[in-house]
T-cell receptor, first 112, second 112 residues
């Protein structure tokens, strides 16, 4: 079935450095790719999303890039801060149903 | 707006017991879904609904039932709880499929 692979599973960076998380998907019909941030004990919250007709989207320190040919998309966080520490999930829509299939998550730690 | 409201927050069941996890949204969203979250497994889709009266299975539907009699409510039923159903359950809704998901605060379920 359709799946989403996410790497790395853990990522540790120094405050001020950049962080990159990568995801690949298998369903060529996927057309919506959101990223969620989940702090410990809290619900996932959308931080940025991109649709298949766009190659890149940016929101302040966060950007997402999409390569439809290679079926992968990435989250870029610049100038990381301790409050960026959380688990990040990528997701891809599944065909016409529009369900989201999630990656297994990346635990990001930003050291002061 | 309260957003997506889940009850209860915590629940302990014994094997074989049944219960219903409640989910309600006040955003007039057509699409609602249930996910379970287990360590290292990300978020896996259990069941979803694209509108009142319409439900369908996700990735891991076995052991769970749902119904959607109104736009606002989407309860998840465990008919005979098993230890493998110990997890954190999230209800989520969106205006339409393939659009940002809004998550509830989750229900932590333990089956002994």
């Amino acid at each position: 079935g359709e799946n989403v692979e996410q790497h790395p599973s853990t990522l540790s960076v120094q405050e001020g450095d950049s962080a990159v998380i990568k995801c690949t998907y298998s369903d060529s019909a996927s057309n919506y790719f959101p990223w969620y941030k989940q702090e410990l004990g809290k619900r996932p919250q959308l931080i940025i999303d991109i649709r298949s007709n766009v190659g890149e989207k940016k929101d302040q320190r966060i950007a997402v890039t999409l390569n439809k040919t290679a079926k992968h998309f990435s989250l870029h966080i610049t100038e990381t801060q301790p409050e960026d520490s959380a688990v990040y999930f990528c997701a891809a829509s599944r065909g016409s149903q529009g369900n989201l299939i999630f990656g297994k998550g990346t635990k990001l730690s930003v050291k002061p | 707006n309260a957003g997506v409201t889940q009850t209860p927050k915590f629940q302990v069941l014994k094997t074989g017991q049944s219960m219903t996890l409640q989910c309600a949204q006040d955003m007039n969203h057509e699409y609602m879904s249930w996910y379970r979250q287990d360590p290292g497994m990300g978020l896996r889709l259990i069941h979803y609904s694209v509108g009142a009266g319409i439900t369908d299975q996700g990735e891991v539907p076995n052991g769970y039932n749902v119904s959607r009699s109104t736009t606002e409510d989407f309860p998840l039923r465990l008919l005979s709880a098993a230890p493998s159903q110990t997890s954190v359950y999230f209800c989520a809704s969106s205006k339409i499929p393939n659009s940002p998901l809004h998550f509830g605060n989750g229900t932590r379920l333990t089956v002994t």
